[in-house]
């Protein structure tokens, strides 16, 4: 029983680039999150699936896209990554139930130059 | 704007002592609230949540609850240096969010 799992788990991109983030639960987990960690700040949502086939956007989603691929996985693209998207990406699942339990992956450190 | 409120610290705490997190809300509406700990280049993980007025006891942590004046706070009772770490405050909004603090972090001195 893994929990959720993130690769890559490092990436340097130039400006401009486009990169996938991959990230999977074995937790059979109805909801799944994308955040980011920037330093001294919280963690910021960028977009949220409820359900397998849905997705929403969170509180900083440009720039982002999501895909809920099935009910294990959710990948986050960068289009055309910017040095303001540098940052450490954090994948989450949950049961989707209320209060609801967030467990999140091991993350993945993101540079832009 | 929702904002949650912690003091960066650090906060330093002799081991053995008891170490106390606060945490204040600006969304009256929130009626769950989950503590997380992250240690450093880590991802975080789930201490408690509590959702009640008043105190919940978890082995060595007690979270409290006042809706009325919208804070919640941890305590680590026995600190011990590996409790060392940054603490998350995250009320839940509702509609699967939570809003996250920037987190206290806590040093426990031997």
């Known amino acids: 029983n893994a929990g959720v799992t993130q690769t890559p788990k490092f990436q340097v991109l130039k400006t401009g680039q486009s990169m996938t983030l991959q990230c999977a639960q074995d937790?059979?987990?109805?909801?799944m999150y994308w955040y980011r960690q920037d330093p001294g700040m919280g963690l910021r949502l960028i977009y949220y699936s409820a359900s397998e086939g849905t997705t929403d956007k969170g509180e900083v989603p440009n720039g982002y896209n999501v895909s809920r691929l099935n009910k294990r996985e959710f990948s986050l693209r960068l289009e055309s990554a910017a040095p303001s998207q540098t940052s450490v990406y954090f994948c989450?699942?949950?049961?989707?139930?209320?209060?609801?339990?967030?467990?999140f992956g091991p993350g993945t450190r993101l540079t832009v130059l | 704007q929702k904002e949650v409120e912690q003091n960066s610290g650090p906060l330093s705490v002799p081991e053995g002592a008891i170490a106390s997190l606060n945490c204040t809300y600006s969304d009256r509406g929130s009626q769950s609230f989950f503590w997380y700990r992250q240690y450093s280049g880590k991802s975080p993980e789930l201490i408690m949540f509590?959702?009640s007025n008043g105190d919940k006891e978890d082995g060595r942590f007690t979270a409290q609850l006042n809706k009325a004046s919208q804070y919640v706070s941890l305590l680590i009772r026995d600190s011990q240096p590996s409790d060392s770490a940054t603490y998350l405050c995250a009320p839940y909004e509702g509609n699967y969010q939570l809003i996250w603090g920037a987190g206290t972090k806590l040093i426990i001195k031997p």
């Open positions: 937790m059979n987990h109805n909801s």
């Open positions: 509590i959702y």
């Open positions: 989450a699942s949950s049961e989707g139930n209320t209060p609801d339990t967030q467990y």
